[in-house]
């Protein structure tokens, strides 16, 4: 079962997400019920909803990019070391994803705010799980993945 730890460094977000944590978790509660990988198993993560500022200094002080990003991962295991422990442990944390409020499209329309939201965090709880998009075949996989996380969280 996968939990999302939500954190709201900017009060933005919840002008258009009422309550962030809620949200997240009912999204979190139908992807686990679609997806039966994880049943036996808690895995956690944790979802911080910041700004232009914070991300900013996040991605250069990790990433060595002095810019503002919409989403960042901070995979705690790699691939490989992920499977081991999902084959050991019953409770496993992955690491933390950071999504932008400025870079999060359509401010004027919930719905398809919500919908590019939810895209960013799946994006990058994929990223959690070990996946990358360095070249096409991985990029075709991951975007895979993102799409049936997607489909079981409308």
């Known amino acids: 079962m996968i939990k999302i730890n939500v954190i709201t460094n900017n009060d933005r977000w919840s002008r258009l997400i009422k309550d962030p944590l809620n949200y ?5 509660k139908k992807l686990n019920l679609k997806n039966k990988i994880f049943k036996k198993k808690i895995i956690l993560c944790t979802l911080l909803l910041s700004s232009n500022q914070e991300i900013k200094k996040l991605n250069k002080k990790f990433r060595k990019k002095n810019k503002s990003t919409d989403v960042l991962s901070f995979p705690f295991h790699n691939k490989r070391n992920l499977k081991i422990k999902l ?9 933390d994803i950071i999504i932008n409020f400025n870079k999060v499209k359509y401010k004027k329309d919930l719905n398809l705010f919500k919908l590019q939201f939810d895209k960013l965090w799946v994006h990058g709880l994929v990223h959690l799980f070990g996946h990358d998009h360095k070249n096409e075949k991985d990029f075709k996989k991951m ?4 799409t049936d996380y997607l489909k079981f969280i409308k």
């Open 143 to 146: 975007s895979r993945l993102e």
């Open 24 to 28: 997240v978790n009912r999204k979190v």
């Open 87 to 95: 084959k050991k442990e019953k409770e496993i944390y992955l690491g």
